[in-house]
């Protein structure tokens, strides 16, 4: 696997944690649990900026050609950010994760924890126009298609692993959190499935394309399993 493809990978983890953990200490935990869930979110955050970080820089290395030690890479990377749509892009993210990241040092309250998902929402956003979505031949559509299903997956797979972390914290309250975060995760699964086959429909065009196209066959087995 290429720094590029790890450092996405990791960049989209960190974010479904730093997701998760606002939404518990939104809706779920009281108590001890809140400083629990409070350092997942922050240590999801600094993660978050550090991946988008080196996502950005590497990315430009791998489209440019160049080498880290070239002297002018400082100079070329900022072209890169300021004059072009991708890189403007992945400057923005790596600008909502530092946003988030200091939000999150003094989120405790439900109120701060909201108020620091809204960076996320539109780091959200940004990262739903660099993806499959942005060729596609409805934009704002596949965009919006996108950015529900990259939110949907973060709710569903961070509700699941904030829960995890702080199930010791919740004590006595952990029964009625999990049916809680077990509520949200469904209706998360039901916007990742609906959003997915949306874009899909969009990238596809026709029921033929599913056995006609490569990208058609393999949605297809998605759709199987």
């Known amino acids: 696997m290429t720094i590029v493809g790890f450092s996405a990978i990791t960049r989209d983890l960190s974010v479904a944690v730093v997701v998760g953990a606002l939404l518990l200490l939104v809706t779920v935990v009281r108590g001890a649990a809140v400083e629990r869930a409070a350092l997942v979110a922050r240590i999801g955050a600094i993660a978050w900026v550090v991946s988008s970080a080196v996502l950005l820089v590497w990315s ?62 539109y780091g959200l956003g940004v990262q739903a126009e660099t993806g499959h979505a942005a060729g596609a031949s409805d934009h704002h559509l596949a965009v919006t298609a996108m950015c529900i299903h990259i939110a949907a997956s973060a ?29 949200m995760a469904i209706w998360a699964a039901v916007a990742l499935v609906a959003s997915g086959a949306a874009n899909a429909w969009l990238r596809v065009g026709s029921i033929t394309d599913l056995v006609t196209t490569t990208y058609g066959r393999l949605l297809a087995i998605k759709l199987v399993l």
């Open 60 to 121: 430009y290395a791998e489209i440019a050609n160049v080498s880290l030690g070239d002297p002018t890479f400082g100079q070329q990377l900022w072209s890169f950010v300021a004059d072009i749509d991708l890189g403007r892009a992945y400057g923005m993210g790596v600008a909502a994760a530092l946003v988030t990241s200091i939000a999150v040092t003094f989120a405790r309250t439900p109120t701060e924890a909201a108020w620091s998902l809204l960076p996320v929402i």
């Open 155 to 183: 709710v569903w797979l961070g509700l699941l692993v904030a829960v995890a972390v702080v199930r010791r914290q919740l004590g006595d309250d952990a029964k009625s959190a999990v049916e809680r975060v077990s509520k």
